[in-house]
């Protein structure tokens, strides 16, 4: 009697490879955010113009979490991974040569809908893991993308000073390139889970959300933290950029150190996701934000406070981050690039509306605006976890 092959695992070196590719991916989208006006300056741009880098580039990111992320469950990701990072590292390139503004805008929009690596990985993870540590795998994942968010701020910024703002792309190019071998090498090469036609594939997105209504609850809980997210860091560079600050690109990258303790810390989350505790949790990180939002808004002259406030605003939604899509893996293990689909793209839509917000709101009122916006928001999200837990909350297993 033969023996049935044995399903691929993942252990701990291919989780670590994972963490670190979907960390270089999604820092591709990030590079600019600490050098917005340096970049104005360089290519004639105005502070208000330069917000749309980080906004086109979300939009392009969301577009193509759409229409490339769902191909994960139909498609040998051993090839599609590697060829996502192989097209970024083109885009990539557009930008580190581009000659005007708004060429750059357009390339990094190009960026935005290529560099789907992370978000591949992360539902092929969660197919490698088992149910009892897939939190865990899923949660170390997942930091890593939060820590290469946070990271590409502080290597841009030191790049940047060093070589020139064009010298972070060619090297993010190279480093894609590199990654797409190694990963290619490492991806077990599992067979696709369904055969469906890509029509039906993209239409599928949307049918697992009218059907689910954990789904439904966790996008607009995940929506609102992404979009709080990308409003504060966008805000914090014009705060840290001007009076009483006047931080150059390099030290402003720094902030982004402080945000990696708390990618660290939330590392954790993904274990009380196994432990039963997921729901529970997102309710305390939601009153974490509002607290972060409040010590930002009374400390927006103070370095310590305004550190203070990135750190407990970090660990909140990160933590919040990786128990909304741990839950979401749980509603179907056929359907998790799918979910993941409807995840992302969620959450960059929210976050491209947090940084025009946060544009418009330092043109309105500066710091204290886009502070107490964000504590608004934060408590509207506090609230719809309070009435959203109340109803039947069925998250299957596996």
Avoid at 52 to 65: D, E, H, N, R, S
Avoid at 244 to 251: A, E
């Amino acid at each position: 009697m033969t023996q049935e092959p044995s399903r691929p695992t993942i252990g701990r070196g291919l989780t670590f490879l994972f963490a670190v590719a979907a960390g270089a991916a999604v820092g591709n989208l990030y590079w600019a955010q600490p050098l917005l006006d340096l970049i104005a300056d360089d290519l004639g741009a105005s502070t208000t113009h330069a917000g749309w880098l980080v906004t086109t580039t979300q939009l392009g990111y969301a577009l193509g979490i759409l229409l490339v992320v769902p191909l994960g469950d139909v498609m040998n990701r051993r090839r599609l991974v590697p060829l996502a990072l192989l097209a970024a590292a083109v885009a990539l390139v557009l930008c580190a040569v581009a000659p005007s503004f708004g060429f750059l805008v357009a390339a990094l929009g190009l960026v935005g809908l290529l560099t789907v690596g992370g978000q591949l990985l992360t539902p092929l993870a969660g197919d490698l893991a088992t149910d009892a540590d897939r939190g865990a795998v899923v949660g170390t994942v997942v930091s890593g993308i939060l820590t290469g968010i946070l990271l590409s701020r502080t290597v841009s910024g030191f790049v940047a000073d060093a070589f020139g703002w064009r010298s972070i792309y060619a090297g993010a190019a190279v480093l894609d390139v590199v990654l797409a071998v190694l990963l290619w090498r490492a991806i077990p090469d599992l067979e696709p889970k369904a055969r469906v036609r890509y029509p039906a594939l993209i239409g599928s997105v949307f049918t697992v959300i009218r059907r689910e209504r954990v789904v439904r609850w966790t996008l607009v809980l995940a929506g609102i933290g992404f979009a709080l997210f990308t409003m504060f860091w966008t805000a914090l560079t014009f705060l840290l950029s001007g009076a009483p600050f006047n931080y150059p690109v390099s030290v402003i990258g720094l902030f982004g150190l402080v945000g990696l303790v708390g990618a660290v810390a939330a590392q954790r989350a993904g274990r009380l996701h196994d432990a039963g505790w997921s729901v529970r949790a997102s309710g305390i990180g939601w009153a974490l934000v509002v607290v972060s939002f409040v010590v930002a808004a009374v400390g927006g002259r103070s370095v310590v406070l305004v550190v203070v406030a990135i750190l407990l605003l970090d660990v909140a939604i990160q933590g919040i981050n990786i128990l909304n899509q741990t839950r979401m893996f749980a509603v179907s293990g056929e359907a998790r690039s799918r979910l993941n689909t409807a995840f992302v793209t969620n959450n960059f839509l929210w976050g491209a509306g947090g940084s025009v917000l946060a544009t418009v709101l330092w043109g309105a009122g500066g710091w204290t605006a886009v502070t107490l916006c964000g504590a608004g928001l934060a408590a509207v999200a506090l609230v719809v976890w309070v009435f959203g837990r109340r109803g039947p909350l069925v998250v299957p297993s596996s």
